[in-house]
């Protein structure tokens, strides 16, 4: 297959996407990648979901930095917010608890989600 301006490479490897076997270049091949057009900005899951999407929509967006505010706050802002899933969301380091280290590769995960 030649590609041609009609055809997209989104992770930009010079292979377009309906060849590319990782169409968004983050380990996980397009047959069991639930997100096909994310970006390697933080850490995914075996499906190849971020890890800090908490409301599945394969994007770190507003909702998400709602979500990740609430759970830093531990509910202060009016919701509550279930220690297990803030730890399973938005725990970039593993370390069983939600540090500044972790704030700031969610910040990271957003930023470059916006791009």
């Known amino acids: 297959m030649v590609p041609d301006e009609c055809d ?3 992770d930009h490897d010079g292979l377009i996407d309906a060849c590319d076997p990782d169409m968004d270049n983050d380990g996980v091949p397009n047959t069991v990648d639930v997100c096909r057009r ?3 900005v933080s850490p995914i899951d075996p499906d190849g979901r971020p890890t800090s999407d908490a409301n599945g929509n394969c994007d770190v967006d507003l909702l998400d930095y709602w979500r990740f505010r609430c759970c830093q706050t ?10 297990t899933a803030c730890i399973s969301h938005f725990d970039m380091d593993a ?15 957003f930023r470059q989600s916006r791009r």
């Open 95 to 109: 370390d069983e608890e939600l540090t500044l280290r972790d704030f700031a590769s969610f910040q990271n995960g």
């Open 38 to 40: 994310t970006s390697r």
């Open 8 to 10: 997209f490479d989104f």
């Open 74 to 83: 531990r509910g202060r802002m009016g919701f509550p917010a279930p220690e």
